[in-house]
């Protein structure tokens, strides 16, 4: 169990059946009445974002979370299979449970798994990947990094947005977080 007001950013509870992540968290003690702690909290596994008010020092239970380091490996039909890093054991998990995080899973990549009770939460990636653009309009002489951009697909089968200078078999480096280009990856 854990009390609101012990809430920090990242701290992981159990509302409804549901794993909750505290993403803010603001202690109000007005002039007139009790205290309280006003918080948005995001849903581990749907992604939802709500705000909620606890009573100050209300308790609530505290989820615990597995994290284990496995290592991506290959697709069998609609199932990913990982390797776990301490015990090589494999686990299959498919499109659904890693949402649309799927798009940027390349071979080897490491990832963390959240687990609460037996159950698959989240998938996390690195914050960024290197990936190779398979498909893109050509670039024309003059194009500049501040001229503007257009779509690529990538050798997952992303897709993002990147500057008019990217052509095709260039490497480039993605923000997996907000799914944005950050830069071409120096080939060495």
Known sequence: MISSNDFRPGVSIVVNDGVWRVIEFLHVKPGKGSAFV??????????????????AGETMPQANLEKSAMQYTYKEGDQFVFMDMETYEESRLSSQEIGDRVKYLNEGMEVNIL?????????????????????????????????????????????????????????????????????RESSN
């Open 38 to 55: 006003r918080t948005k909290l995001k849903n581990v596994k749907t992604g939802n974002v709500v705000e909620r008010t606890f009573r």
């Open 115 to 183: 687990r609460w009770n037996d159950q698959i939460l989240e998938v996390e990636l690195p914050n960024s990947v290197v990936l190779e653009v398979t498909q893109t309009d050509p670039g024309v002489k003059g194009d500049t990094a501040t001229g503007g951009s257009k779509p690529a697909i990538l050798s997952t089968g992303a897709q993002i947005m990147v500057p008019l200078f990217i052509s095709v078999g260039e490497r480039i480096r993605i923000d997996t977080r907000e799914d944005k280009y950050l830069g």
